[in-house]
């Protein structure tokens, strides 16, 4: 029996490159035209943050509650969990995040959009945009088929770091609360596509430490 440190993390792989890119093929397939509703709420959720105003938070925080509720159901529990044994416990931090989106923002009114944005929440807005606009393309730059494209708010990776992105925009103290299941995902969904010998790999734990590094930046800052 070989040594445990001898095993490489694509050791503990359950699927192949190749079956994860078609599970999404075939996801896109299932639920279209859900991903052009998902594009147009993180659009809406745009001209929300830029009106401002006491409704902008709460509602931003509902739309996410939506998304991650339905990545939960739609995608982890009813495609994932096909191919890996782990998409249950998932789907759980993903149902978990939109109860908290819930709680802190749809009901708690504890997430807030500041009248003016700084340098670290118009970061956030560039983050947002490029979980929303460009990680749809990352794939077809890989060689990928536009049909497996991860598009904002049915997908999780964009999911996450889109959600990250708009969590430095607005104010309050649960939005740290509200920031550790996104990072924790982008981790794991980083050693997953780097098992996988994934090119872009890099991409979910950058944008992870990059948002929680204007996280805390941005607090010292406003002290």
Request: proline letters at 7%; a positive charge.
């Amino acid at each position: 029996m070989a040594e445990w440190w001898s095993y490489r993390l694509s050791d503990f792989l359950l699927f192949s490159p190749r079956t994860y890119h078609r599970l999404f093929e075939l996801y896109n397939a299932a639920i279209w035209p859900a991903q052009a509703a998902s594009v147009l709420l993180g659009l809406l959720m745009l001209v929300l943050l830029r009106r401002g105003g006491p409704v902008a938070g709460p509602a931003v925080a509902a739309i996410l509650a939506a998304c991650w509720a339905w990545v939960a159901i739609a995608f982890h529990l009813d495609r994932y969990a096909t191919i890996n044994w782990v998409a249950p416990w998932a789907a759980a931090a993903f149902l978990a995040q939109a109860a908290l989106l819930v709680w802190a923002g749809a009901v708690g009114g504890r997430l807030l959009v500041p009248p003016r944005l700084d340098a670290a929440s118009r970061a956030g807005v560039g983050i947002f945009l490029f979980a929303l606009l460009v990680q749809p393309a990352i794939g077809l730059l890989l060689g990928r088929p536009w049909r497996q494209a991860e598009i904002f708010g049915v997908a999780p990776d964009p999911t996450a770091i889109g959600t990250l992105g708009l969590l430095l925009v607005v104010a309050g103290p649960a939005r740290w609360t509200l920031m550790v299941l996104p990072a924790l995902w982008c981790a794991a969904t980083g050693a997953t596509l780097w098992a996988m010998s994934a090119p872009d790999a890099w991409l979910p734990p950058a944008a992870a430490l990059l948002a929680l590094a204007l996280v805390v930046w941005q607090a010292l800052a406003r002290r």
